[in-house]
């Protein structure tokens, strides 16, 4: 059975500074990771994945890396800024997953001016 | 373009009484579902439909109904109302199965059953 958890509840970071957000799994079930941010009081939005055969996938100012043989997923959200407040979910996804994509408890991300 | 659209988005229930919570997409995805989010345990699903005439179980079915009659509509049906169902419901839907990158939520329903 795969397992993806995200071991910090919350993170608090100044504005203008790195945001890391860490997950960690057990099993690689499935071909992509990814995560998903939500605001309060709405649905959660995708923001960005990675395939399990890349160490690494950019998008502006995210950027997720995946460490294998850790077993080890983080985001990092260069710089900061205060509309980043939101939860993060971080998801395994692809392939037999049908239809089951699973949400864990995600991060609470708090970014102060 | 509406997207995905919950009604409502505010409920009182009393224990025992029964509801509907409303989904609709004007997408033409084929893939929908429902998620409840409660304090600590992140977003679950409820029961998830492939297309019109097929639906199947999530994580945590018990107490729901769904049907899928239509592409555009996948309502959440609740048979008699506990108080382990207060929460906050979210409709999602995508292209297809696979495309997980593709998940447009609703707005979501807070639920209070009482």
């Known amino acids: 059975d795969q397992q993806v958890k995200q071991n910090s509840p919350s993170l608090s970071v100044q504005e203008g500074r790195i945001s890391i957000l860490n997950c960690d799994y057990t099993?690689?079930?499935?071909?992509?990771f990814l995560w998903y941010k939500k605001y309060p009081a709405e649905g959660p939005t995708f923001l960005i994945s990675?395939?399990?055969?890349?160490d690494k996938n950019e998008d502006g100012r995210f950027t997720v890396f995946l460490n294998k043989s850790a077993k080890h997923l983080s985001l990092h959200i260069v710089p900061s800024q205060p509309g980043d407040s939101a939860v993060y979910f971080c998801?395994?996804?692809?392939?037999?997953?049908?239809?089951?994509?699973?949400f864990g408890q995600g991060t609470i991300l708090t970014v102060h001016p | 373009n509406a997207g995905v659209t919950q009604t409502p988005k505010f409920q009182v229930l009393k224990t025992g009484q029964s509801m509907t919570l409303q989904c609709a997409q004007d997408?033409?995805?084929?893939?929908m579902s429902w998620y409840r989010q409660d304090p600590g345990m992140g977003l679950r699903l409820i029961h998830y439909?492939?297309?019109?005439?097929?639906?199947d179980q999530g994580e945590v079915p018990n107490g729901y109904n769904v049907s899928r009659s239509t592409t555009e509509d996948f309502p959440l049906r609740l048979l008699s109302a506990a108080p382990s169902q207060t929460s906050v419901y979210f409709c999602?839907?995508?292209?297809?199965?696979?495309?997980?990158?593709?998940?447009?939520f609703g707005s979501g329903t807070r639920l209070t059953v009482v």
């Open positions: 999602a839907s995508s292209p297809n199965v696979q495309a997980w990158y593709g998940y447009t």
């Open positions: 099993n690689s079930m499935f071909d992509y």
């Open positions: 990675i395939s399990s055969i890349k």
């Open positions: 998801l395994n996804a692809g392939g037999t997953s049908y239809g089951k994509l699973t």
């Open positions: 997408m033409n995805h084929e893939y």
């Open positions: 439909s492939v297309g019109a005439g097929i639906t």
